[in-house]
C-alpha cells in the first residue's frame, strides 16, 4: 500500500496564502515525480503543479503561475505547494500525485498516472 498523505488545506479570504504539504512513502521508494492536482465539484479533476525529482523541473498550469510555488525535500519524499494571491477560482479538493511513470513534460499533467492522497480542501471566499 502506497502511503501518501496531505495537509494544510482551509478556509482563506482572497488574496490570502495557504501551504500544503504532502508526505509520501519515504522507506521504500524515491518517487520520480510529485505534484497536485485539483478538482471543483462538477468539474474534471486538473493540473496544478509538479516538480521532477531528478532535475528539480517545475510544471505550472496557466491559472496559477505566479502565483503558486512547488518545492520538495527529496530525502523525505515531501512535497509543498505554497499558494499566494489566492482567488475565488482556486476553491477545489487538493489532492498529492506522487508517480514514476508519466514524469516528461507531455506526461506530467496527465490525471491517469500515480498515486493518489486522500485530498484536502481549499476554499477561498470573496
Known amino acids: 500500500q502506497v502511503q501518501v498523505v496531505e495537509s494544510g488545506g482551509g478556509l482563506v479570504q482572497a488574496g490570502g496564502s495557504l501551504r500544503l504539504s504532502c508526505a509520501a512513502s519515504r522507506r521504500t521508494f524515491r518517487w520520480p515525480a510529485m505534484g497536485w492536482f485539483r478538482q471543483a465539484p462538477g468539474k474534471e479533476r486538473e493540473f496544478v503543479a509538479a516538480?521532477?525529482?531528478?532535475?528539480?523541473?517545475?510544471y505550472y498550469a496557466d491559472s496559477v503561475k505566479g502565483r503558486f510555488t512547488i518545492s520538495r525535500d527529496n530525502a523525505d519524499n515531501t512535497v509543498y505547494l505554497q499558494m499566494n494571491n489566492l482567488k475565488p477560482e482556486d476553491t477545489a479538493v487538493y489532492y498529492c500525485?506522487?508517480?514514476?511513470?508519466?514524469?516528461?513534460?507531455?506526461?506530467?499533467?496527465?490525471?491517469?498516472?500515480?498515486?493518489w492522497g486522500q485530498g484536502t480542501q481549499v476554499t477561498v471566499s470573496s
Open positions: 516538480i521532477r525529482r531528478s532535475d528539480g523541473s517545475t
Open positions: 500525485n506522487v508517480r514514476a511513470t508519466g514524469t516528461l513534460a507531455t506526461d506530467i499533467g496527465n490525471v491517469k498516472y500515480g498515486y
